[in-house]
T-cell receptor, first 113, second 112 residues
Framework: GDSVTQMEGPVTLSEEAFLTINCTYT??????LFWYVQYPGEGLQLLLK?????DKGSNKGFEATYRKETTSFHLEKGSVQVSDSAVYFC????????????FGKGTRLSVIA | DARVTQTPRHKVTEMGQEVTMRCQPI?????VFWYRQTMMQGLELLAY????????DSGMPKDRFSAEMPDATLATLKIQPSEPRDSAVYFC??????????FGNGTRLTVT
């Protein structure tokens, strides 16, 4: 079945450092790919998405590019802030919406001042 | 911003008791998902509905869990009887065609 693998955390960075969280997937067909973020005590919020190969999703300084050839969707940010501290989940679904998401295990990011 | 509303936010109960968790979908969203989050297993899909009809509940322990949508504005997840291993955060998410999934803030369940 479909699956998502993302790098284990926790990841600890200093403020203004560059962030990469790796995500690779296994799926039949052409899934849509997502990054969700979870702040303490809250639900998951959609951070960005890409629905086809070579699409780049971006939001709040975060970016990820749908790479079909490497089945990857790595999350990047050029300069992290303390407020970015959260758990980040990579996920896929069979289409752009309305079907179940398959999640990775999550990567906890801590940014220190 | 439209939100998915889940109640209660926290629930502590004793083993053997019935637990009911509720979810109010975003207006216009016709698909409702129930996920469970634990440290060990991460996020697991329990069940989902479209237009109030169950499409998949293969992730739920059938003997004790049940999920329903009495109407388009309410989804429920019940556990009877509850067990300590059910302790987790339960998330409801809703969506519609060509729309990503939006989650509520979850119900944190502790069964002692």
């Amino acid at each position: 079945g479909d699956s998502v693998t993302q790098m284990e955390g926790p990841v600890t960075l200093s403020e203004e450092a560059f962030l990469t969280i790796n995500c690779t997937y296994t799926a039949t067909g052409y899934p849509s790919l997502f990054w969700y973020v979870q702040y303490p005590g809250e639900g998951l919020q959609l951070l960005l998405k890409a629905t086809k190969a070579d699409d780049k999703g971006s939001n709040k300084g975060f970016e990820a590019t749908y790479r079909k050839e490497t089945t990857s969707f790595h999350l990047e940010k050029g300069s992290v802030q303390v407020s970015d501290s959260a758990v980040y989940f990579c996920a896929l679904s069979a289409n752009s919406g309305n079907t179940p998401l398959v999640f990775g295990k999550g990567t906890r990011l801590s940014v220190i001042a | 911003d439209a939100r998915v509303t889940q109640t209660p936010r926290h629930k502590v109960t004793e083993m053997g008791q019935e637990v009911t968790m509720r979810c109010q979908p975003i207006l216009g969203h016709n698909t409702v998902f129930w996920y469970r989050q634990t440290m060990m297993q991460g996020l697991e899909l329990l069940a989902y509905f479209r237009n109030r009809a169950p499409l998949d509940d293969s992730g739920m322990p059938k003997d004790r869990f049940s999920a329903e949508m009495p109407d388009a504005t309410l989804a429920t997840l019940k556990i009877q009887p509850s067990e300590p291993r059910d302790s987790a955060v339960y998330f409801c998410g809703t969506s519609r065609e060509n729309s990503p999934l939006h989650f509520g803030n979850g119900t944190r369940l502790t069964v002692t």
